[in-house]
């Protein structure tokens, strides 16, 4: 039978082209290979199939490079893909598969998001960013978190939805516990359509009717490497005592969906407080932790406002 999921891809697949940007593959290091999908104007030649792109295949991106780091339940262009379009008129979007996701795999035992944003800053830097904002929802956050304490010369800004700095023990324990679940598996990896259904709930404000073939077909499209994405929950967990703030000197934006159930907008605001002067809080209304695609137009002028302040007074550094 033939899979709903799976016969649109081509479909996503080709209106990505159109807006401008293209698959390519990149090799971190021996075992660790990531897809990118890179502007399209900067590749000077399209690799042979199963080839790798080198850095010398790829020209210096002209306009300001853009960094769309996607959450846990799809890959890239699934969970962007209402914003690719709004922004490559004016910047050079990258949009990344993380390592498990996709078709980026790693024979390194690592799991952390400090390993994910090492392999990302690698591979942006073998395709010939500079420097980048970066825009993180959920699972992606953390990972843009992390990329801006490890890289604050690459990194200029960020944009965080649905987000924290680092999900700790009691965050983890008391999250889980207000959603009903025993466990970050059990939410974020569900088995079964009743579990995936589950989790679309409480992700979305807006309560949207899919039929259950779709969720079938969506499980088994969205859902691979099941066991390593297992040990990337695992290892997100870090104890309290381990917890600490970094001292960011990029501006942090916190854009959040003002009924997330996930993340709650109160720690957004806990987090600005944290975080200091550097950063700002802003909610879109009517929208849950899927912000970006329940209300993709008003979460679009809200991204496009913040990069416009960036390069009109420039990003601190």
Request: proline share 5%; hydrophobic share 40%; net charge positive.
């Amino acid at each position: 039978m033939v899979n709903l999921v799976a016969i649109q891809e081509p479909l996503l697949h080709g209106l990505m082209k159109m807006a401008g940007v293209r698959p390519y593959t990149v090799e971190i290091e021996p075992g660790t290979v990531m897809n990118f999908w890179v502007p399209s104007e900067l590749v000077k030649r399209k690799p042979k199939k199963g080839e790798n792109l080198s850095p010398s295949d790829v020209n210096k991106p002209s306009k300001p490079a853009v960094v769309l780091v996607h959450g846990f339940a799809a890959e890239g262009v699934v969970t962007w893909q209402f914003q690719v379009g709004g922004l490559t008129k004016k910047y050079a979007v990258y949009i990344p598969d993380l390592i498990f996701f996709g078709s980026s795999i790693s024979n390194r035992p690592d799991r952390s998001p400090t390993f994910q944003a090492e392999c990302l800053v690698a591979g942006l830097k073998k395709l010939g960013v500079e420097k980048c904002t970066v825009v993180g929802f959920s699972y992606g956050g953390m990972v843009a978190f992390k990329m801006g304490e490890l890289y604050p010369d690459f990194v200029q800004a960020m944009v965080i939805s649905g987000s924290i700095l680092a999900m700790t023990d009691s965050l983890s324990e008391e999250t889980l516990h207000s959603l009903g679940y025993s466990s970050s598996s059990e939410l974020l990896l569900p088995t079964n359509v009743k579990g995936l259904k589950a989790l679309q709930s409480v992700a979305m404000y807006r309560k949207f009717w899919f039929p259950d073939r779709f969720h079938k077909d969506y499980l088994e499209v969205m859902f691979t490497n099941r066991k390593e994405r297992a040990e990337l929950l695992e290892g997100l967990v870090i104890s309290n005592k381990d917890a600490s703030i970094p001292d960011f000197a990029q501006r942090i934006h916190l854009l959040w969906g003002e009924k997330d159930q996930i993340f709650k907008v109160e720690l957004a605001r806990n987090m600005k407080e944290q975080l200091g002067e550097n950063a700002t809080v802003e909610c879109i209304k009517k929208a849950g932790h899927l912000a970006h695609l329940e209300r993709p137009c008003v979460y679009n002028r809200r991204l496009k406002r913040f990069l416009a302040s960036l390069h009109k007074n420039g990003a601190k550094k």
